[in-house]
């Protein structure tokens, strides 16, 4: 069955960058809503950032103004862009999609989670 595929993490420095992305694994199934989530060690897992079917996007507070999510339907991939990173940003990244096929029927998939380490 569809799947979603997470890739992108890995080992930064405070101050750079990382681009993760979440990709449906068949092209017949389309990307309608992701959100992207973390959990670091000892914390609960929280929400990232969101974007719908038509490219709006939410970030959470802790985020805003450094991560960005961008959708490629082409791809069927959605990317999010993470800079000026900090070390409380290191966590487990997982992706979860509301996926559509072709006869236009929706349910839900998680991505199988990458791991990010900001640290000198």
């Known amino acids: 069955q569809v799947q979603l595929v997470a890739s992108g993490g890995g080992l930064v420095e405070p101050g750079g960058s990382l681009r993760l992305s979440c990709a449906a694994s068949?092209?017949?199934?389309?990307?309608?809503?992701m959100g992207w989530y973390r959990q670091a060690p000892e914390k609960q897992r929280e929400l990232v950032a969101t974007?719908?079917?038509?490219?709006?996007?939410n970030y959470a507070g802790s985020v805003k103004g450094r991560f960005t999510l961008s959708r490629n339907n082409a791809k069927n991939t959605v990317s999010l862009q993470m800079n000026s990173l900090k070390p409380e940003d290191t966590a487990v990244y997982y992706c979860n999609a509301d996926l559509q096929d072709s006869s236009g029927r929706s349910f839900s998939r998680w991505g199988q989670g990458t791991q990010v380490t900001v640290a000198s």
């Open positions: 068949e092209n017949s199934f389309s990307i309608n809503f």
């Open positions: 974007i719908t079917k038509n490219g709006n996007t």
